[in-house]
């Protein structure tokens, strides 16, 4: 700057109407940016900035100023979650006020049929209302998050807190859900493996019996050979069968001992607040997604959850699913809070 641009400069006390015009502004980098305001000596460039500045104060005296309040910078936040980083409750919460204003002035805003030169500023916003009441959803305030803050999460939770309660009556009800419309079938299959032992008891007298008569000579060779070759496969098959039934039962018997387990392992995170690898690799076996599906209107995604020891306590769980389009255009699937 020349001499004389920056003696007008402090004639006219630039520096106390950008001090005025800063004490306006709502955000930080708001404050910043009009503190770093300079004349401009390019006369088209003034002309735009006149205009702009006269469409403006029209559109306020017919509609009043725009709402604004809490805005804050969230450019590193934003740019640190693009590289797959985590945010913080605070950063969250400061986001979705962002997204509120975002859509505050977008409803202020209404397109004139003839069009202004700063309708370009309106039109380059972009309200999420779904991200925005997913966020406030999921953390109330700062200091508090949601059992809805993910599908996941609740479930843990809603198991965490049962067992932090009353860690007996908890596995009581883990055990009540294994063994609903098993106690039937388990009955069967010790009646059908006490038949099975009875009846291999009954075969071995049996191939001694017809041995016997055939070295007495009171049965035939033939007759041996076939009898003898019926009694052993039907042999082959129970003692199988009840192998299988066997090992059934001794699992079950081992799952009433893991329901006890899982109930003194989850006991200590009622209050966890986020998901992390060290927690899944604790309480989770593994988590089925399946295919994106219409239900109701809605695009969902189903997930089973199997925990250790106990495997998968519930139907499955819906995760809705809604494209939050960012800064780079990519499409990102984000989770339902329910």
Do not use: W
């Amino acid at each position: 700057m020349s001499e004389l641009f920056e003696k007008s400069i402090r004639v006219l006390e630039l520096p106390r109407l950008l001090e005025m015009l800063e004490h306006h502004a709502v955000s930080a980098e708001a404050k910043a940016r009009a503190r770093r305001l300079t004349p401009s000596d390019d006369f088209g460039e003034v002309n735009r900035l006149l205009d702009e500045t006269d469409a403006a104060r029209k559109m306020i005296m017919l509609r009043g100023s725009p709402a604004f309040g809490g805005v804050r910078d969230v450019g590193e936040a934003l740019s640190r979650a693009e590289r797959g980083g985590m945010l913080n409750t605070r950063e969250l919460l400061d986001i979705a006020g962002l997204l509120t204003n975002v859509r505050r002035v977008q409803e202020y805003y209404k397109e004139d049929e003839e069009g202004t030169v700063i309708d370009k500023l309106f039109l380059s916003l972009h309200p999420n209302r779904f991200l925005e009441e997913k966020i406030k959803r999921a953390i109330p305030d700062e200091d508090t998050i949601a059992d809805a803050a993910s599908t996941e999460l609740a479930d843990i939770r809603r198991h965490a807190m049962l067992a932090a309660e009353d860690t007996d009556a908890y596995a009581d009800y883990l055990m009540g859900l294994s063994q609903a419309g098993q106690l039937n079938e388990q009955k069967a299959m010790k009646k059908e493996l006490d038949a099975a032992q009875r009846r291999l008891s009954e075969l071995t007298t049996l191939v001694q019996r017809i041995y016997e008569d055939n070295v007495f000579g009171r049965l035939s060779d033939d007759l041996y050979q076939t009898l003898s070759a019926k009694y052993e496969a039907e042999t082959k098959e129970l003692k199988t069968r009840a192998a299988e039934i066997q090992a059934l039962l001794t699992e079950a018997t081992n799952k009433t001992q893991g329901i006890q387990d899982f109930a003194d392992l989850v006991a200590p995170y009622a209050d966890i607040t986020e998901l992390d690898e060290e927690l899944v690799h604790t309480l989770i076996e593994k988590i089925i997604v399946h295919e994106k599906e219409i239900i109701d209107g809605e695009t969902v995604m189903r997930i089973e959850i199997y925990y250790r020891f106990i495997g998968k306590t519930s139907d499955c769980l819906n995760r809705s699913v809604a494209p939050i389009k960012t800064k780079t255009e990519s499409v990102v699937a984000t989770d339902s809070i329910a």
